[in-house]
C-alpha cells in the first residue's frame, strides 16, 4: 500500500480530533437533557399523586360532609316527628281541656240555678193579699197559693188539709189571717161545721177589724143553723146586729131570721 500524502494524513487526523472533541463536548449535555427529563417526570408523577391525594381528601370531606348533613337531616327529621307527636298530644290536651271547661261551665250553670233556688227558697219575697204587703219564703207563697187554688176548685177537703198544714207549718205568717178565714170555709163547704164554727170564731175575734168580720159570725150562725142550734145561731146573729149593724152580713143575718120566725 503507498502511503498517503502528509497533507491527507493531516487532514484526517484533524477530522477525527474534530469529532472527538465533538463527541466530548455533546456527551454532558446529551446526559443532562436526560437529567432534565427525569426530573420533570418526577415532578409531574409528584404532582400527579399530590393532586390524587388532594382529591381523595377533597372527596373524603365531601363525604364526611354529606355524611353530616344527612345526619343533621335525619336528626331534624326526628325532631319534627316528635314535634308532629307533640302537637297532636298538644291538640288532644287541648280538645280534653275544652270539653271539660264546657263540663265545668254546665256545672256551675247547674249550681248557681240551685243556689238561686235555694236562695229564693230561703231569701224572703214581697208578698201581698187583701191589699196587705208582707216577706214570705217562696214555699210560703207556693203553699198557700196552692191551697187557695184547692178552694177555688172545690176541693174542700184537699183545701182544710193544706190550709191546716200552712198554719202549722207559718204560724206567723203574713197570710195567717186569710188561711183562717178560708180554713173556715173549706170546712164549711166540706160540712165540717164544727170545724168551721172553731175557724170563723178565731177569726172574727183575731181581727174583728177585718172587712169579712161580719161574713165570719154570718157563717157561725149558718153552720149552728146546720147543726139545728137555732138558739145559738140567733145569739150569734144578735152579736152581728150589735157589732156591725151597718154592715151586708147583718142585712143577709136579719132575712135569714125573718125566714125562721
Known amino acids: 500500500m503507498s502511503a498517503a500524502p502528509v497533507g491527507h494524513r493531516t487532514s484526517w487526523s484533524t477530522r477525527a480530533t474534530a469529532c472527538c472533541l465533538m463527541l466530548a463536548l455533546w456527551a454532558p449535555a446529551a446526559r443532562a437533557g436526560l437529567f432534565d427529563d427525569d426530573e420533570a417526570?418526577?415532578?409531574?408523577?409528584?404532582?400527579?399523586q399530590k393532586l390524587e391525594q388532594s382529591n381523595e381528601q377533597a372527596r373524603a370531606a365531601q363525604a364526611e360532609q354529606i355524611g353530616q348533613l344527612r345526619a343533621a337531616l335525619a336528626d331534624l327529621s326526628q325532631q319534627i316527628d316528635l314535634m308532629r307527636t307533640d302537637n297532636a298530644s298538644l291538640r288532644g290536651q287541648v280538645e280534653q281541656l275544652a270539653r271539660d271547661v264546657g263540663l265545668m261551665q254546665v256545672?256551675?250553670?247547674?249550681?248557681?240555678?240551685?243556689?238561686d233556688e235555694r236562695l229564693a227558697r230561703i231569701e224572703p219575697q214581697k208578698a201581698s193579699v187583701d191589699g196587705r204587703e208582707f216577706m214570705a219564703d217562696a214555699g210560703e207563697i207556693r203553699q198557700y197559693e196552692a191551697a187557695m187554688a184547692q178552694v177555688r176548685s172545690g176541693d174542700f177537703a184537699a183545701a182544710a188539709?193544706?190550709?191546716a198544714v200552712f198554719r202549722s207549718l207559718y204560724p206567723a205568717s203574713g197570710y195567717g189571717q186569710s188561711v183562717l178565714f178560708w180554713l173556715g170555709n173549706a170546712h164549711y163547704g166540706n160540712r165540717s161545721y164544727a170545724d168551721a164554727i172553731s175557724?170563723?170564731?178565731?177569726?172574727?175575734?183575731?181581727y174583728p177589724g177585718d172587712l169579712r168580720a161580719p161574713e165570719a159570725l154570718l157563717a157561725i150562725a149558718n153552720c149552728q143553723f146546720e147543726l139545728k142550734d137555732k138558739k145559738a145561731a140567733r145569739k150569734v146573729l144578735d152579736e152581728l146586729f150589735k157589732t156591725y149593724p151597718d154592715s151586708e152580713a147583718a142585712q143577709a143575718g136579719k132575712a135569714r131570721l125573718a125566714a125562721l120566725k
Open 41 to 48: 417526570r418526577r415532578a409531574i408523577l409528584d404532582l400527579r
Open 107 to 115: 256545672q256551675v250553670k247547674d249550681m248557681k240555678q240551685g243556689y
Open 161 to 163: 188539709t193544706s190550709l
Open 199 to 206: 175557724s170563723f170564731r178565731s177569726f172574727a175575734t183575731s
